[in-house]
């Protein structure tokens, strides 16, 4: 296992480099994701919130796995419920909250990924949110 208890002992890092600029639907933080591995890994670091306490938070960006300084911090937080918005924009990055069945549907939406698909999912809804989340997996890099 590597740091955080994350299974990433060989691979290259970062497995996840995050974006934030202009998207085609407005502010945009685009996570890609380098590898399967990179998948699978995203994808327990969502089932582990969906799973998590309340109040339980995680800063993907402290993480060796993930490199994102034009994003800055960007802390998931679980919640008793899905605030509308759940992405809010604070003085150093973002925060996202959901609650466990929202963080569990996260999860869910990159199967498509774990399976080999190239593709890219929304997560947050760019007409309440400070900004669109989207998650992209073997598409070119723009």
Sequence with gaps: MGANGSRTAGTELPLIRGEFGAGAYGP????????????????????????????????????????????????????????????TAEEYGFTWIADNQDWLSAALLLDPFSSGQAGHQYFTDESVDAALIEVSFGEDER
């Excluded at 937080?77 to 509308?84: F, K, M, N, W």
């Design 28 to 87: 945009t933080i685009r996570l890609l994701v380098r590898s399967p591995v990179g998948v699978v890994w995203l994808r327990e670091v969502f089932l582990s919130l969906a799973n998590a306490q309340i109040g339980t938070t995680r800063n993907l960006e402290s993480l060796p796995e993930v490199s994102m300084p034009s994003v800055g911090r960007l802390e998931l937080v679980v919640a008793s419920r899905t605030p509308r918005p759940r992405l």
